[in-house]
């Protein structure tokens, strides 16, 4: 315990001693003593408390704002294009779009963990030009993770018997809902990583960089061993 906090304490018995010392005092003087004295208590603990740093860091103190964006990649290629590779790259792992413009889309994917559980992810795509007249594209991506619960709710049903009034019987009825129970952005790493590699190969398809598989004209039989 620091010196604050022993003053802290002594303070009131300080008072108090001075109360028994002097019986001559009148009521009032001796309420707003003792008033005094708690006030003082009050303050240092509370100074303590604030020295001591138990508090948590609020959420938002965490935010740096540097310049490393982890939430962005540039791609050579026009923001059109390069908004036309994260649909297909997103679509091409069960996304469904939601929203879907020249430089902007959103899209949502559904899991279920286990029985209870299900998880939502809501996925923004924003493409934007990264210097004027250049066929450069810096694309920001965030993803946000909803959590919900299986809520279970059941009703007895209740029958009513001429002048006797209602009784319950023991019948009921039940009805599951989802309760959103958790919701975050799903921090920089490897998942977003993954999509920006994608969205690359996308890109070289739509470039004509990767080769892709000859298609067959209708009607020409397969070669040997093909």
């Known amino acids: 315990m620091g010196p604050a906090a022993v003053g802290a304490r002594l303070a009131p018995m300080a008072v108090y001693r001075d ?13 707003a003593m003792v008033a005094m004295a708690a006030m003082a208590a009050m303050v240092g603990l509370g100074g303590c408390a604030a020295a001591g740093g138990g508090a948590k860091p609020r959420v938002y103190e965490q935010e740096s704002f540097d310049t490393r964006g982890a939430f962005s990649r540039e791609f ?4 059109a294009d390069t908004c036309n590779a994260a649909r297909r790259a997103l679509l091409s792992q069960g996304y469904v779009v939601q929203a879907a413009g020249a430089e902007q889309m959103e899209a949502r994917k559904r899991f279920q963990p286990d029985a209870e559980t299900h998880v939502q992810i809501d996925f923004s795509v924003v493409c934007a030009p990264l210097a004027r007249g250049q066929q450069a594209t810096i694309a920001f991506v965030s993803a946000i993770q909803d959590r ?4 279970k709710t059941s009703t007895s049903a209740s029958v009513g018997v001429g002048p006797i009034g209602s009784i319950s019987v023991p019948f009921t009825s039940g009805s599951d809902s989802l309760v959103k129970v958790a919701s975050e952005t799903i921090p ?4 977003y ?9 996308h890109l070289a398809e739509q470039q004509g960089l990767v080769d892709d598989v000859p298609v067959r004209p209708t009607g020409v039989a397969a070669p040997p061993g093909g």
Not at 193 to 201: S, T
């Open 148 to 151: 919900y619960v299986v809520k």
């Open 188 to 191: 920089a790493g490897r998942f």
């Open 19 to 31: 109360i028994a010392a002097s019986p001559a005092r009148t009521p009032a003087v001796v309420v």
């Open 193 to 201: 990583e993954r999509f920006f590699d994608l969205v690359e190969h």
């Open 76 to 79: 050579v290629a026009a923001p």
